[in-house]
């Protein structure tokens, strides 16, 4: 239905992709700029597939084929994961809403690609009839590809793993000593993974941020987490929530007139995660944003659960699909009339890039009321080697990029088109919305690109200024 599918960072994520492969294929004007994090950091999967799907596709059809692989692969894993023998009745469709999260729509393609390496993961080590040796090796690759995409996932998949087993210590009553080698393999098959997170964290700083309480609890209320825009967004998040809940309630009711079983572990991680999102900080230094993602690793492990309980009332079972198939029609129908106009905003955006010389720098400035523009600067310079200075991966450390000079915090001290301390000049200004530049910098250089400079490219979002050759 339309072109480009815009999410917060992933404008930036596609930017750094292209950028990657012309470093690669060692196009001196990028590698003049850019260099590769010489520390193994997470945050590679939405990178790797990305250029690699930039090879062969432009950037449109690189998104869309990036979007469709995440989506697909996320509900089939999810299903493959809670498809047990003992589980005839899979609900897992109850995870389809979830798919479209408040951390995808932020653009965290890192995030959001891991969970499918979570659940393939967790699948892996519940089903496997591997010898111990190979499912040991086998696992220390896939818990470090998982690290590799986002650490904080594999942090939450330790845990998944642990309470496996602990659960299976208490409902078959196997042996404490199976149970502490259980626990040794799982560690032993970690450490390479947990080395590199540790080095990764102790290079960092560590200040801590809380939300109140009362903020916690409302973003749980209305399922934060859960990405749904428009003017029923409210009713259909609670209507789903509620169905949840009393998916709970049944599911539970049945259980203690049976009797719980292994995969019931789903919902004593489902607790545990709810504890801890409560006494977690929302941000640890480079980690941001921290309780959203927590309270989504809760509705991800609490529907796993009731997805595998057997509810004997068939009406039940079609009330359910029903309810989701209602939830997601709404759910989309918002989110599409959020999309559409982001849509056209980057295409008139892109209007400006022919009107760009190859090679050049690129200074954005965002006036918009819209704040989903913020990095939508970084579209401009996918399929043309421009250098965009607004660049969220390349300033920062825990990306597999990064700048060779910190060409924004030189902007920022010191403003102006000749960037101090490097021999480099902006050479055009590409502003993004028609209210007036309010930070400092920003007006400072769009003064500038204005008394020495031409308006090049206009409509009614951007601005194009190039400077004039003769300074």
């Known amino acids: 239905m339309m072109d480009y599918l815009i999410t917060l960072d992933g404008p930036n994520h596609l930017y750094n992709s292209a950028i990657y492969n012309r470093l690669l294929s060692g196009d001196e004007f990028s590698s003049s700029l850019f260099e590769f994090n010489n520390q ?3 945050n590679y999967s939405s990178l790797l597939i990305l250029s690699f799907l930039l090879i062969f596709f432009n950037g449109v059809i690189a998104l869309k ?10 509900a089939i894993t999810f299903y493959k994961w809670n498809q047990t023998s003992s589980t005839k009745h899979n609900l897992s469709f109850l995870i389809i809403p979830l798919i479209f999260s408040y951390l995808f729509i932020s653009g965290f393609y890192n995030f959001a690609l ?9 699948s892996f080590y519940e089903k496997t009839k591997l010898s111990l040796p190979l499912k040991t090796i086998i696992l220390v690759f896939l818990l470090l590809t998982l ?10 998949a330790g845990l998944a793993l642990i309470i496996y087993e602990i659960n299976l210590l208490i409902i078959k009553k196997t042996q404490f000593k199976r149970f502490i080698f259980s626990l040794l393999i799982l560690f032993c098959a970690a450490i390479p993974s947990l080395l590199l997170s540790l080095f990764f964290m102790s290079a960092r700083e560590s200040e ?5 309480f009362s903020v916690l609890l409302e973003n749980l209320v209305f399922a934060k987490s859960i990405f749904a825009k428009g003017d029923w967004s409210v009713v259909i998040k609670s209507f789903f929530l509620l169905s949840l809940f009393i998916c709970v309630l049944l599911g539970v009711k049945k259980k203690l007139n049976l009797k719980f079983n292994e995969s019931d572990y789903l919902l004593w991680t489902a607790m545990t995660i709810l504890v801890l999102y409560f006494t977690l900080p929302d941000s640890v230094g480079f980690a941001m944003v921290f309780s959203v993602r927590i309270e989504y690793f809760f509705w991800v492990f609490l529907i796993a659960w009731i997805s595998r309980i057997d509810f004997d009332n068939v009406k039940i079972k079609i009330g359910l699909a029903t309810t989701t198939i209602i939830i997601l029609s709404f759910q ?3 989110n599409i009339s959020f999309w559409g106009p982001l849509n056209l905003d980057t295409k008139k955006i892109l209007a400006a890039q022919p009107h760009i010389n ?22 401009v310079g996918v399929d043309k080697n421009i250098f965009i200075l607004d660049n969220n991966g390349a300033r920062q450390d825990y990306f597999p990029l990064k700048y060779k000079q910190p060409y924004e915090k030189y902007i920022d001290t010191l403003p102006g088109l000749q960037i101090k301390n490097t021999d480099i000049q902006i050479e055009y200004v590409l502003k993004i919305g028609k209210n007036p530049a309010e930070i400092e910098k920003d ?10 400079g031409t308006l090049v490219f206009e409509n009614d979002l951007v601005e194009l200024w190039q400077k004039s050759k003769k300074d």
């Open 65 to 74: 084929i990036f979007h469709v692989v995440y989506v697909l692969l996320f």
């Open 332 to 334: 989309l129908s918002g």
């Open 114 to 122: 891991s969970f499918i390496l979570l659940f393939w993961i967790i």
């Open 147 to 156: 690290y590799l995409s986002h650490s904080i996932v594999f942090i939450f």
């Open 443 to 452: 007006i400072i250089i769009y003064n500038s690109i204005q008394n020495n």
């Open 208 to 212: 801590l941020s809380f939300l109140d």
């Open 358 to 379: 190859e090679k050049s720098i690129v200074y954005p400035i965002f006036t918009s009321n819209v704040w989903e523009h913020f990095h939508l600067s970084n579209i």
């Open 40 to 42: 193994i950091t997470p």
